[in-house]
């Protein structure tokens, strides 16, 4: 069985993809950042830095994110 990846959010910087892939997986969510190109980031100005979870977790990744933007 192949496992199915959503993206989530897509971000300029990977430091906020890892923020937001850690809140997701401590509240359950597995949830991780894809697109990272360089261990340097300002190379990486043009590439968006996405976080996906399995697909069967969008809609609950989706409501805890809209939640967690809503409470800043």
């Given amino acids: 069985m192949k496992e199915e990846f959503k993206t989530v959010a897509k971000f300029r910087d990977p430091m906020s993809a890892h923020i937001l892939a850690g809140m ?3 509240n359950g969510i ?3 950042v894809f697109g990272e190109n360089s ?3 300002n190379l990486n100005f043009t590439d968006q830095v996405e976080v996906k979870v399995n697909a ?5 990744a989706r409501t ?9």
């Avoid at 805890?64 to 800043?72: Q, Y």
């Fill in 24 to 26: 997701l997986n401590e």
């Fill in 30 to 32: 597995t949830a991780a």
């Fill in 39 to 41: 261990s340097y980031p």
């Fill in 56 to 60: 069967e977790d969008y809609e609950a």
């Fill in 64 to 72: 805890l994110i809209e939640a967690d933007n809503k409470a800043e």
